[in-house]
């Protein structure tokens, strides 16, 4: 991007005085920690400031709690609560006023110097959000804000929309767009912003975020992606003071005891749909009883499954809601958008993580669904790899 649009964004970002900042549901550890660096960014500036994702589906990634003011994250936003009404007084003084609810009524008393007074007919000023600005970042389009944008979606289209990501498939959906494609990550493309916004505001809260993203998105610098300019921006956030030593304990390190067991009974019951180019497994009650985990760990197990197996593009993992079984789905495959892809079946979520309900309990009825699925609704000119 040249260095005109940077500035047209620097501009927006000075002029606000109240931020919006979200980003895709479900995210992934970059998503998050972009979001995080933004947020401490704005408040060293003095803005008013917040982080809203949507987490119905899924909780947040659970190995990212530990970053600067991760509770900090709301999962709804709602317009102002003040509602105004005004009166024209026509020049006429008033001293004070009271007011009284009494029978579900309001009553509101002018105190005035002695004189009557006649008002002019009232206006009414619904409530509205108190933004100014919405930051989406690591978002390739506004549907994949999740029921953040579904609830207020009047809202997203008259509010003014910086729109940073890394990603190909990002639809330029903002009024301004800055969408680093050499980056590795969504974090990387907000160092350069911040940058040349006020870099020695970088502190160390700040720099642990970004050099999260970084080393999450690169899966710990081992990614192909990695430019000389990756590790330029990676060495710089260290010498700022990212504790790369936390990180990379929080990200591949510190895994509970209990994920571990789900881990392992999952690889167990593994299969693998070659013609599709799909890998999948199932977990039942019993597995989560005697684990003590729950379906949120289950959005580590299908990311760490992708990461491990690099020639499976989609990973389903199934597990009981109910009657019947629901998947979450993952896939690393460019020219997939398993929202639509998956639309039928109602999925929620990401272009490249959605959850779905099948109307079936037993997983290989479930399993044919999918596969029927992405046979009929995948992009043909781009035929599923086989593995």
């Known amino acids: ?128 959000y108190p933004f100014d600005l919405i930051v989406a970042l690591g978002a390739p389009d506004l549907e994949s804000l999740g029921r953040l944008y579904d609830e207020h979606t009047a809202f997203f289209y008259e509010v003014p929309i910086i729109n940073i990501d890394h990603q190909a498939e990002n639809e330029h959906f903002g009024e301004l767009n800055l969408v680093g494609l050499t980056a590795v990550s969504t974090t990387e493309v907000v160092y350069n912003l911040l940058e040349l916004w006020q870099k020695e505001l970088i502190d160390p809260d700040i720099a642990t975020c970004l050099l999260t993203g970084i080393i999450s998105e690169s899966n710990s610098f081992q990614s192909t992606t990695i430019t000389p300019r990756t590790l330029a921006i990676a060495s710089e956030l260290i010498t700022r003071g990212g504790r790369r030593e936390q990180i990379v304990a ?3 390190g510190n895994k509970p005891i209990t994920a571990l067991q789900l881990w392992g009974r999952t690889l167990a019951r ?8 799909l890998l999948w497994s199932a977990v039942n009650d019993d597995d989560f009883a005697a684990t003590a985990t729950t379906e949120q760990d289950l959005h580590n197990i299908i990311h760490d499954l992708l990461t491990h197996a690099p020639q499976a593009k989609t990973v389903a993992l199934l597990y009981p809601r109910g009657p019947f079984l629901k998947a979450i789905i993952h896939t690393h495959h460019l020219n997939f958008d398993l929202r639509k892809i998956f639309a039928p079946l109602a999925a929620r979520g990401s272009r490249n993580l959605v959850e779905c309900d099948l109307s079936t309990p037993l997983a290989e009825e479930a399993i044919d669904i999918i596969k029927q699925t992405l046979a009929e609704r995948a992009p043909h000119e781009n035929p599923l790899p086989k593995f």
Not at 88 to 106: A, C, E, F, S, W
Not at 270 to 277: A, F, Q, R, S
């Open 250 to 252: 929080e990200l591949y």
């Open 1 to 128: 991007m040249s260095l005109e649009p940077l500035q047209q964004i620097l501009a927006h970002l000075r002029a606000a005085k109240n931020v919006l900042l979200s980003t895709r549901a479900n995210p992934s550890p970059d998503d998050v920690a972009a979001a995080l660096a933004f947020y401490l960014m704005l408040k060293k500036q003095g803005k008013k400031a917040t982080i809203a994702i949507d987490n119905a589906a899924l909780n947040l990634s659970p190995n990212c709690a530990w970053l600067p003011r991760y509770l900090d994250i709301v999962g709804v936003i709602g317009p102002d609560n003040r509602l105004t009404i005004t009166f024209n007084l026509n020049g006429q003084p008033v001293r004070g006023i009271t007011y009284n609810i009494k029978n579900d009524q309001l009553a509101v008393t002018m105190i005035t110097n002695g004189q009557r007074i006649k008002l002019g007919p009232p206006t009414v000023a619904e409530p509205t």
């Open 270 to 277: 593994l299969h693998t749909e070659p013609e599709y180019g």
